[in-house]
Every structure is written in structure tokens, then in C-alpha cells.
């Protein structure tokens, strides 16, 4: 009966070890900047954790901008590695922008939307990105 507890327990005390080093980020921050000729003008970020919403607000002194996100995991493939990102982006008046990203689990994911110049770098727009978190070494 020995010979068996002390493999065991040497398995049940690595198990935590590789549990987390096999698990990807389940934080990501979520940034939205303004653009305007070229220059990042305002940014904001937050914090969403997968099966989260998160919501952002920002002013660029003229025009203000809201975000309400959502991270998913997808459902209905049987692989749990691909994450959703719905995003609902109102400015003004002007009707809501709701794109959806499909990412990898742990990838980062960006939706660009505004004016480029012809080397296609954003001149005027707006930019949300989403950038895992790396969990806190233990």
C-alpha cells in the first residue's frame, strides 16, 4: 500500500505545477485609442476575463467614444481553444460599429476602423485591441 501513496502523492503535488503551466491567460486587457493625424490622441484600457464584459468610455476633447465588450469561448466544435469578442462601439450619433473577433486563446486580437493614408497607417480612427495578461508567477 506504500508503494502506491508515494507515487500518487508525488503525482498530486506536480499536478498543480503543470495544470498551470498548461493553462493560457484567462485575463486580457482591452484598450480603445483615437486617432487623429496619425497620432494616438486618448486611450483607455481595462480588464476582461473570458465569460466577462467589459465597458470603456472616452473623450478626445471633441468626440466622445463608449465601448461594451464581451469574451466568449465559442461553442459547438468541441474546441475550446478559440475565444469571441463582441464589441458594441457607439460614437455620437452615428450608428454602432459591433465587430466580432474569432482569436486563439492567449492570442491578441485588434479592430481598426477610420481613414489611412496609402502606406495604410491609420491617419484618423479608432482602435481597440485585446492582449492577454500574463498570470502573476507564483
Known amino acids: 500500500m506504500a508503494f502506491r501513496i508515494i507515487p500518487l502523492a508525488a503525482f498530486l503535488a506536480a499536478l498543480p505545477a503543470l495544470a498551470f ?3 493560457p491567460p484567462e485575463r486580457y486587457a482591452l484598450n480603445l ?10 486611450a483607455a484600457r481595462t480588464l476582461i476575463v473570458e465569460d466577462g464584459t467589459a465597458e470603456i468610455s472616452i473623450s478626445d476633447g471633441d468626440q466622445r467614444y463608449e465601448v461594451n465588450a464581451e469574451l466568449s469561448p465559442v461553442q459547438g466544435d468541441g474546441d475550446d481553444t478559440v ?3 463582441y464589441a458594441n462601439i457607439s460614437h455620437a450619433d452615428d450608428q ?8 486563439q486563446r492567449g492570442e491578441t486580437a485588434r479592430f481598426e ?3 489611412e493614408d496609402a502606406s495604410g497607417a491609420m ?10 495578461v500574463a498570470a502573476a508567477s507564483h
Open 21 to 23: 503551466a498548461a493553462e
Open 33 to 42: 485609442s483615437v486617432v487623429r493625424d496619425g497620432v494616438e490622441v486618448v
Open 83 to 85: 475565444l469571441a469578442l
Open 96 to 103: 454602432p460599429q459591433e465587430p466580432r473577433l474569432l482569436i
Open 113 to 115: 476602423t477610420g481613414r
Open 123 to 132: 491617419t484618423d480612427g479608432l482602435k481597440l485591441t485585446l492582449t492577454p
